[in-house]
């Protein structure tokens, strides 16, 4: 495992050239900061341009369609793409519209921008959700698993097909279903710590739904050996291996947070609160047990297994 590490670092230090499309978000704005202290070189597609002096190229894109932005993946090594909107959002027929089209054009026009390169990337790596298994209360779900039933499954389906038909057949595609990525600035966690210090980080419900997690550093990890790595192809579930249930989670947070009392919230407060919250009720009451067979079996190794030292790394 150790002759796989330095093998991995030496192509790491070969790769110069990276695009993150969509990278102005939590996870690409992280991702863009790990790479370029490995000494990539990185370029990131967004409508919006990241801080000033982060280290990176911004490039100023749409996402939907296909301009002079294009020569810009011309001999890269790597192309990333993590456009999506949000799905923290109240689930107006509008939002559920912008949340399917943003995945599925951005996703198309990064194809096409393909077609037009003289040289292409050596691999694209596509974010994709883990949310795709849906929400059963306690089958554990790997990659083998089904699809699940609703507006996820149906989105991340429709994401992934459209990822398969776009990317050239010749170039090396990873999917990475991404499940709950823990940082301690951006995603989730944040609103969770805010409820957990006022008092209000109790159980969500039946509080036994599932949470599959990652660590903002194992999430940079994986995507830098999907890079680097010319093994790896096809889909994996980006996710820790020991997913907990949501009462774990909050009982975990408090600790670390040393708040000893958490009040806990029924569905229904859940339900009533969280228009003014401006977020879905659903992504609280619902979760999954997800882990990810293909990771195991080919020696991925964690930083952060387990939840609470994962917690204890960001809040310390």
């Not at 990337?121 to 779900?141: L, N, S």
């Not at 903002?216 to 995507?223: I, W």
Request: charged letters at 25%; hydrophobic letters at 40%; proline letters at 5%.
């Amino acid at each position: 495992m150790a002759r796989r590490s330095r093998d991995q670092n030496e192509r790491m230090n070969a790769v110069r050239r990276v695009v993150v499309a969509g990278g102005s978000g939590f996870l690409g704005r992280n991702l863009a900061r790990h790479l370029l202290q490995g000494g990539s070189e990185v370029t990131v597609l967004s409508r919006q341009a990241t801080a000033a002096g982060s280290g990176w190229r911004h490039v100023r894109w749409d996402a939907r369609t296909v301009s002079e932005w294009a020569r810009h993946l011309d001999g890269i090594d790597a192309l990333v793409n993590l456009v999506g909107r949000s799905v923290d959002c109240v689930k107006t027929p509008d939002h559920c519209d912008e949340i399917l089209r943003s995945r599925v054009e951005s996703t198309r026009a990064l194809g096409r921008a393909l077609q037009q390169v003289t040289t292409l990337p050596r691999v694209w790596v596509q974010m994709a959700t883990a949310h795709i298994y849906g929400d059963p209360p306690e089958v554990v779900c790997d990659e083998d698993s089904p699809f699940g039933y609703g507006l996820a499954p149906a989105v991340g389906e429709a994401w992934e097909r459209t990822f398969h038909a776009e990317a050239p057949p010749q170039l090396r595609q990873v999917v990475l279903r991404t499940s709950f990525v823990l940082g301690r600035d951006g995603g989730a966690l944040p609103r969770l710590a805010g409820l957990v210090r006022a008092g209000l980080g109790g159980t969500v419900g039946s509080g036994r739904q599932g949470v599959s997690w990652i660590h903002e550093h194992d999430m940079n990890r994986l995507f830098e050996r999907a890079i680097v790595d010319d093994a790896m192809t096809g889909a994996y579930i980006a996710t820790a291996p020991n997913p907990v249930s949501n009462a774990d989670l909050m009982r975990e947070l408090r600790r670390v947070l040393r708040m000893p009392v958490g009040l806990p919230a029924a569905g229904w407060m859940v339900r009533v609160a969280a228009p003014l919250l401006r977020t879905d009720p659903e992504l609280a009451l619902f979760g999954r047990y997800c882990v990810s067979r293909r990771l195991r079996e080919e020696g991925f190794e964690f930083r952060f297994p387990d939840l609470a030292p994962a917690l204890r790394d960001l809040y310390r």
